[in-house]
């Protein structure tokens, strides 16, 4: 059975220093691997994902993440900050095992400091 | 392209009362998704559809929860009693096709449900 573990529940950063949000998962398959964004009162929006091409996936608003088997991790960066990246993030795995169910982290809350 | 609708946005009801949710997912998305979000914590799969067949139900507390999805489009989730427990956020999203796994997740607003 496959599960994801996001390692810090909050994050702070100061505008414009790097971020790094921590994702490890488990799965007996070739996993598919997203991150998802959530915004205060927003619907959850794609951020990124990875389906077995290349390693190092780019999202958008500058988010990248890569997919590193051998750690069995798929950590979200990006180099600089902004005010408007402050919100919840998801990491999410889905492989074939259990017909591709789909399994949510418990989240990261982003604050952002001006 | 019209993204995935959900009615209610907000329902207050009180406990052992029903309520109903619907979705209507993005035209010619295979598969639909219900998930609870409880304040602070991620999304849980509650039941996925693949048309109108279910995929996988295997969180869904079926004494008292219960969803369809009738001619493969819009779904409506019930519960029936609803405990104080069920507060949470319902979402809906829809994928144009789950049997790769690889397809994204479109998610609507979501239904915020406070059961008193």
């Known amino acids: 059975a496959q599960s994801v573990t996001q390692l810090d529940s909050h994050v702070s950063v100061s505008e414009g220093t790097p971020v790094l949000l921590r994702c490890n998962y488990s799965?007996?398959?070739?996993?598919?691997l997203f991150w998802y964004v959530q915004h205060p009162n927003k619907g959850l929006q794609l951020l990124l994902k990875y389906t077995s091409a290349a390693t190092l996936v780019k999202g958008i608003n500058g988010f990248e993440a890569e997919f590193k088997k051998s750690e069995t991790s798929f950590h979200l960066t990006k180099p600089s900050a902004h005010m408007s990246d402050a919100a919840e993030y998801f990491c999410v795995v889905s492989d074939r095992g259990g017909g591709f169910k789909t399994i949510f982290g418990a989240g990261t809350r982003l604050f952002v400091k001006a | 392209e019209a993204g995935v609708a959900q009615s209610p946005r907000y329902k207050i009801i009180e406990k052992r009362q029903s309520v109903a949710f619907w979705c209507n997912p993005i035209s010619g998305h295979a598969t639909l998704y219900w998930y609870q979000q409880i304040l602070g914590q991620g999304p849980k799969l509650l039941i996925q559809?693949?048309?109108?067949?279910?995929?996988?139900d295997s969180q869904l507390p079926k004494d008292r929860f219960s969803a369809e999805r009738l001619k493969g489009v819009d779904s409506t989730l019930k519960i029936q009693p609803a405990k104080l427990e069920d507060s949470a956020v319902y979402l809906c999203a829809s994928s144009a096709w789950g049997g790769m796994g690889g397809y994204e997740q479109y998610f609507g607003p979501g239904t915020r449900l406070t059961v008193t």
């Open positions: 799965s007996s398959y070739s996993p598919s």
């Open positions: 559809f693949q048309n109108n067949g279910v995929v996988d």
